[in-house]
């Protein structure tokens, strides 16, 4: 994922905050941004190749 530095920066104490690896904080961020948008995320979905 490319981000700009100042980006990273706020996940990376965000992480730290909040006790989780940057890896970790992440996924909780998407997973949010997405149940906001009104997603579903499909567990049971492989990976893509280059995604």
């Known amino acids: ?13 965000l992480a730290a905050a909040e ?3 940057v890896n ?9 941004a997405l149940h906001r948008r009104g997603l579903s995320i499909d567990e049971q979905a492989p990976p893509k190749d280059g995604a």
């Open 19 to 21: 006790l989780r690896s």
């Open 24 to 32: 970790a904080q992440l996924e909780v961020l998407l997973r949010e």
């Open 1 to 13: 994922m490319r981000t700009s530095p100042g980006v990273m920066a706020a996940v990376e104490r």
